[in-house]
């Protein structure tokens, strides 16, 4: 066991003294608190993950949010009973972003400007082929999936441009053919933390379920960068993580996958954001729902009246999207209109839009970038209307996402999307548990945690945390990463995790020190 006394410092308010005691000559004693590790040793800690442990916030990775990573905090608190030097393996500067050979291929962080987030417009500083040298503590890659980190020459800069390597992990990587856990181990860690699998299902979930569940798919190099993990592949790949860590003697704490379909990123957007009262769209309304109405004769004939697509002149309504989980009418559609009399180029060109389109619901998940295309001209969707022969003022009319041109896939996630997704992410959980019981490891029910942040909020100290966009206080401008502040709470909740498991005394840390929103310059 491993301790260091510290000294509470003395708080005088007002004349009183607390927190202390006194002598009958008005000495002030204060009193020694000791820290202790308990039965874990935090001399060596090294963290692994994804962008949730690497500080990576407000849609980027720089300093100041890497100095708030939630290892970086943890890290604070066990050098108290201790813990060494934690190394982190820092940006230039604070406006983030990602250069390759002088191109940018990733951009800087985002910040409020009073109405919205906004990206910064600082050029980004950070080049990835300029490695750093060293061991470092917190190897976190922000983009990582469980299998990434068994990957040999993961961080190999040579294959960053082609998608076979990270540009995060090939800033730090100790070489061309290093993997994120070789790493790890060579550190000899005494103690680790450990929380991956997020980017599991994060991507198909962002991707509004563009990509493949790869259930029954044993081979994860076949899988597409959006894809959902096979379970058994997750389980094999994340035992492997704990045994190599746990190879050194190394005690640890494991977190589970927070339900990504809670976090602002799914939240933000309403279903129905289409209101009468905006001039650019009410005045079309009478017009929409007479253009639809032949449509929406043809859906009540084949049966399927649900998908009638009709815009409300007195409340919001829903945007139209393309459910590819749904039978594809296009076919009939287009019979249906010309046998009605319709001519066969705009039958045919209705039957396309429209063959698998609905409005939206309140079970469908709208991401967060679809609100910068909603109401907007689809340039694609104009180029093929037009190459069909749609004359360019009718294509352009047939062209405004979310009205006239279904949202595509990647904006929406549907119910059956999100099924997949829960399915996959309870199923990574109760991985995440049975390892953590097998190999004696304190665990972090961070899905639970976030529910509730997101369910009805949650007190830290004196302020509050909710699940709401900018001001929630709990995540960043991005809807996906937390704030400084959530990062406080969430390493508030792993200590108490150890605490419990190895008989450590670590003390929380105090909201009032992390922030919620970074200002444009610092």
């Known amino acids: 066991m491993k301790l260091n006394k510290y000294k509470w410092f003395v708080l005088l308010l007002a004349g009183v003294v607390i927190g202390c005691s006194s002598n009958d000559d008005n000495e002030v004693i204060v009193e020694q608190v000791e820290y202790t590790s308990g039965s874990a040793d935090f001399s060596t800690y090294v963290a692994i993950g994804n962008s949730l442990s690497s500080g990576y916030t407000d849609g980027a990775l720089f300093r100041a949010g890497q100095n708030n990573s939630m290892p970086n905090i943890l890290a604070g608190q066990f050098e108290l009973a201790g813990g060494g030097e934690f190394i982190q393996p820092l940006v230039p500067d604070n406006k983030g972003g990602l250069l390759l050979g002088g191109n940018k291929i990733a951009e800087p962080r985002l910040y409020f400007n009073g109405s919205g987030p906004v990206r910064i417009s600082a050029a980004p500083a950070t080049e990835v082929s300029t490695r750093l040298t060293g061991a470092f503590n917190n190897l976190a890659v922000p983009g990582a999936k469980s299998f990434h980190l068994l990957a040999q020459g993961y961080g190999n800069v040579a294959g960053v441009a082609t998608g076979l390597a990270n540009p995060y992990f090939a800033r730090f990587?100790?070489?061309?053919?290093?993997?994120?856990?070789?790493?790890?181990?060579?550190?000899?860690?005494?103690?680790?933390?450990?929380?991956?699998?997020?980017?599991?299902?994060?991507?198909?979930?962002?991707?509004?379920?563009?990509?493949?569940?790869?259930?029954?798919?044993?081979?994860p190099a076949t899988y597409g960068s959006n894809d959902i993990t096979d379970p058994q592949v997750f389980k094999n790949i994340y035992t492997m993580i704990v045994q190599g860590l746990k190879s050194t003697g190394a005690d640890g704490v494991v977190a589970n996958i927070p339900n990504v379909m809670k976090i602002p990123y799914f939240t933000t957007v309403p279903h129905a954001p289409l209101s009468p009262a905006n001039p650019s769209f009410g005045p079309l309304i009478p017009t929409l729902n007479q253009t639809f109405g032949g449509l929406n004769q043809v859906f009540?004939?084949?049966?399927?009246?649900?998908?009638?697509?009709?815009?409300?002149?007195?409340?919001?309504?829903?945007?139209?999207?393309?459910?590819?989980?749904?039978?594809?009418?296009?076919?009939?559609?287009?019979?249906?209109?010309?046998?009605?009399?319709?001519?066969?180029g705009t039958a045919y060109i209705f039957g396309q839009l429209y063959g698998q389109a609905r409005q939206a619901t309140a079970s469908d998940l709208l991401v967060l970038p679809s609100s910068s295309i909603i109401g907007q001209p689809n340039a694609e969707a104009f180029t093929m209307l037009t190459a069909l022969g749609v004359p360019e003022a009718t294509a352009g009319q047939l062209s405004v996402n979310g009205i006239t041109f279904p949202l595509e896939d990647k904006w929406v996630l549907t119910p059956a999307e999100q099924a997949e997704v829960l399915a996959a992410t309870?199923?990574?959980?109760?991985?995440?548990?049975?390892?953590a019981d097998e190999y004696e490891l304190a665990h972090v029910d961070v899905n639970s945690i976030l529910n509730q942040v997101a369910a009805t909020g949650v007190g830290f100290d004196e302020f509050s945390l909710n699940a709401k966009l900018v001001f929630g206080g709990a995540f960043s401008l991005d809807g996906i990463h937390p704030t400084a502040r959530g990062n406080a709470y969430i390493a508030n909740k792993f200590i108490e995790a150890i605490n419990a498991k190895f008989g450590s005394n670590l003390p929380a840390v105090k909201a009032a020190g992390y922030t919620t929103l970074y200002p444009a310059s610092m």
């Open 300 to 344: 009540t004939a084949l049966g399927v009246p649900e998908r009638s697509i009709v815009f409300s002149s007195t409340a919001a309504s829903a945007v139209v999207i393309k459910d590819e989980t749904l039978t594809d009418l296009s076919a009939q559609i287009t019979a249906a209109l010309g046998a009605g009399g319709v001519d066969a």
């Open 426 to 435: 309870t199923a990574f959980n109760q991985i995440i548990k049975n390892v």
């Open 173 to 219: 990587a100790s070489s061309n053919t290093a993997s994120v856990l070789g790493d790890a181990i060579a550190q000899d860690p005494t103690f680790f933390s450990l929380w991956i699998g997020n980017n599991d299902v994060l991507s198909y979930a962002t991707s509004g379920g563009a990509g493949i569940n790869q259930l029954g798919n044993g081979d």
